[in-house]
């Protein structure tokens, strides 16, 4: 992971009542570290973090966990969201959605919103990724300057 910094990690409960939470932790991160427009950054938590919910043990087993890890490198953030995993699933973007389909756009959006993004299985689980570079996530610089 070509020199990035560890700006922060947490594990937050497998529960979609603390997407909003991986939302704020991570908004709370990038600020301290200077970043100020974070909105894509943050709509791809909430995806990325609903999707380990919804399908990996962490979100079906109680007491499940998922891992948040934030980096920086002064031109990219990444984020890493790790679940427990599961047997019957792999992250994929569907060919198609329907209009009124009520799910099935996450890793499309990420996909669209992201730099670049990808995935990875593990013992322990399963980790999403997504990168999104300085241009599209800005710092203020000195005195204010963007």
Request: neutral net charge; glycine residues 12%; proline residues 3%.
């Amino acid at each position: 992971m070509r020199g990035m910094n560890l700006l922060g990690k947490i594990d937050l409960q497998g529960r979609s009542s603390w997407v909003k939470v991986a939302r704020m932790y991570v908004r709370s991160v990038l600020y301290r570290a200077g970043r100020k427009d974070v909105d894509d950054v943050e709509t791809l938590v909430s995806e990325v973090f609903t999707n380990a919910v919804r399908h990996s043990e962490s979100g079906r087993r109680p007491g499940g966990v998922v891992t948040l890890c934030v980096y920086d490198d002064g031109e990219t953030v990444r984020v890493e969201v790790t679940d427990e995993g599961s047997p019957d699933s792999v992250p994929r973007i569907p060919e198609r959605s329907g209009l009124f389909d009520e799910g099935g756009r996450g890793l499309w959006m990420v996909q669209e919103l992201s730099s670049a993004w990808g995935w990875g299985q593990h013992t322990n689980g399963r980790t999403v990724w997504f990168e999104i570079r300085t241009a599209d996530c800005l710092r203020d610089g000195p005195q204010g300057v963007r």
